[in-house]
């Protein structure tokens, strides 16, 4: 069998609707080329502060340095910490591979494939000028210098002069495609700097959703007053007080366009073009015609679907059962048997780091011989692995998803870990389906991540207590303790206490202080202690709160107190740790 091509997407947040347009546009263009694509996506998009856990997701792309990969579309807008760029662009050229940029301007480096859509925006001016009979004009543009900002503008140009209307330099100003100069642009009609105009037209739906709020606030009602247009169509009716009018943007056509971009990079060959079907104005009330509803029958069934899986995952008690599984058999089998709440998948695939499996097997004879296991693999038809003795290295996961299919294949890979500690990767497939996951398998991996940790937490301190598997002396006491403890951990600076705990699981202070210490190693207060200072450290390092404040919410009521103990315990000052973990922070890579 020929070996097909393999396109890696690196891209943050698959679960916005931008992203996720962009991404099905590149999937229903990779089946057209018959090649298998491979998401790398971390959940979060690196915005500052980034919280040590967030900062940790960055090792999904890690994986771009695998061998199996034949180019890169780099969706560089998604990410928004320039470190995080910066990195991910030394890593990419490291790679020698074909590398596209979606939509993100000129660079020294890659290639990149723009959204050209002037046709679209003039239809939006000409809409104003022709339905409405509207003359004075102005334009909000988007950032200076960007090309999508200059090409809306001189749209604008063109179809002002087309009409013979007039306009100067106070008839348009530039934007920063979000929400603080739409307010400044407000401002200045409110107080007359600028003269009432009939219409603004703005170059993305956000900033027009700004500007009406602000101007809603000085008692300027649209489209009463004055009329407004938006672009991109990706701001949803229910987060704006007036439907806006717009044009959907075809993101899904820019994905599938620089696809075919790398496609010919990589190949050589041609591919035919897919067409995403957009052609008309998404009317809302904002520029005072009455709304038409655009959704099809099968995009309100799509919403349907989506609503009805959100309600099953959140009404579900999967973080309970999976918090309370009892070994790492019972953990995957559970997370087998919940994957179905995720909307349209189709094969789902854990893999775990050599010594993630060691730390939460009971078998201390597990086979390992490489530093990666795929330890559970299902379908939609119920087929489960389970625990797999076939072991593999790290560099051979894409290889592991892409062998022996009939067609070509698509995977979202996911990076499991609890802060700084690394379990391994799950990755998700809709099978042929050109579609993205919803925000609910993000929080489902967050759940497998905790529980993993609270799995490895009590399979160390069984090894520790020398017990293996024996039933604790109390059980249902060392249940109530499993839990309080728990709730510690996520919340240690509430004002716990020994006799609260007594309180809460009904035993004498001394009989609770014996048992606790016998179960975990350590008394309440060390523990309580450990997980104050583990908050702080995460506090110190990731966010520009003052020690005071960190001491606040770390339940510490004196800050005084809260400095000696963290200087006993952790061997230095607060101001030298602060000064540590970022000198640390800024040399980690990506």
Not at 358 to 367: A, E, G, I, M, T
Not at 512 to 518: D, E, F, T
Request: glycine share 6%; with cysteine; aromatic share 10%.
């Amino acid at each position: 069998m020929k070996k097909r091509l393999t396109v890696g997407v690196v891209t943050a947040e698959c679960y916005r609707e931008y992203t996720s347009e962009i991404i099905r546009g590149i999937i229903a263009q990779s089946e057209l080329a018959d090649c298998n694509v491979m998401v790398l996506a971390a959940k979060n998009n690196f915005q500052e502060p980034v919280s040590p856990h967030v900062e940790h997701e960055a090792e999904v792309f890690r994986l771009i340095e695998l061998s199996d990969f034949d180019g890169f579309l780099y969706d560089q807008n998604a990410l928004n910490n320039r470190e995080v760029q910066k990195k991910l662009d030394a890593l990419l050229k490291r790679t020698g591979k074909p590398v596209m940029l979606l939509d993100a301007g000129e660079h020294p480096f890659f290639e990149n494939t723009v959204s050209h859509d002037p046709e679209a925006f003039a239809l939006l001016i000409e809409h104003m000028i022709q339905v409405h009979g509207c003359r004075r004009i102005y334009c909000l543009t988007g950032t200076r210098g960007t090309p999508q900002a200059e090409e809306r503008l001189e749209t604008y140009f063109h179809v002002m002069q087309r009409h013979g209307l007039p306009y100067d330099e106070s008839y348009y100003s530039y934007g920063d495609f979000w929400r603080n100069a739409p307010v400044e642009f407000a401002q200045r009609i409110i107080s007359g700097e600028l003269a009432m105009p009939e219409a603004v037209v703005c170059a993305n739906d956000i900033m027009a959703d700004t500007l009406i709020a602000a101007l809603a606030k000085a008692g300027i009602n649209v489209p009463k007053d004055m009329a407004v247009t938006g672009f991109d169509g990706y701001l949803e009716d229910e987060w704006s007080d007036v439907s806006i009018t717009s044009f959907p943007k075809s993101c899904y056509q820019l994905g599938a366009d620089a696809f075919r971009r790398l496609y010919r990079m990589i190949s050589g060959k041609s591919c035919r073009r897919i067409s995403s079907g957009h052609s008309r104005i998404q009317i809302g009330r904002s520029c005072g015609c009455v709304p038409v509803l655009s959704t099809t029958d099968k995009s309100r069934r799509e919403k349907r679907l989506i609503s009805r899986y959100r309600e099953w995952f959140y009404h579900s008690e999967v973080l309970f059962e999976l918090m309370h599984s009892e070994s790492l058999y019972d953990l995957l089998y559970m997370l087998a048997s919940r994957i179905y709440l995720v909307c349209h998948w189709s094969d789902f695939r854990v893999f775990l780091t050599d010594s993630c499996v060691k730390s939460l097997s009971s078998h201390s004879d597990f086979p390992m011989h490489s530093d990666c296991c795929q330890v559970l693999w299902t379908d939609r038809a119920g087929r489960s692995s389970g625990i797999s003795e076939r072991c593999i290295k790290q560099s051979d996961i894409i290889s592991c998803l892409t062998e022996n299919t009939d067609h070509p294949c698509v995977y979202f890979l996911s990076p499991l870990h609890m802060n700084e500690r690394q379990f391994g990767f799950a990755a998700l497939s809709f099978g042929r389906l050109a579609c993205c996951y919803q925000p609910e398998y993000c929080t489902l991996i967050s759940y497998l991540c905790l529980a993993l940790e609270q799995l490895e937490e009590r399979t160390l301190l069984r090894a520790q207590s020398g017990g293996g598997t024996r039933e604790p002396e109390n059980p249902q006491l060392y249940r109530q303790l499993v839990q309080l403890r728990e709730e510690m951990q996520q919340c240690p600076e509430a004002d716990w206490s020994v006799q609260e705990l007594c309180g809460r699981t009904h035993v004498s202070r001394s009989y609770l202080q014996r048992m606790y210490k016998k179960y975990f190693g350590k008394s309440v207060v060390e523990e309580l202690i450990s997980f104050r200072l583990r908050k702080a450290k995460e506090l110190i390092s990731g966010t520009d709160l003052t020690m005071s404040q960190i001491a606040e919410l770390c339940g510490y009521a004196s800050y005084a107190h809260f400095a000696k103990q963290f200087k006993v315990n952790e061997g230095m000052t607060l101001s030298e740790y602060r000064q540590r973990s970022r000198k640390s922070n800024g040399r980690s890579g990506v």
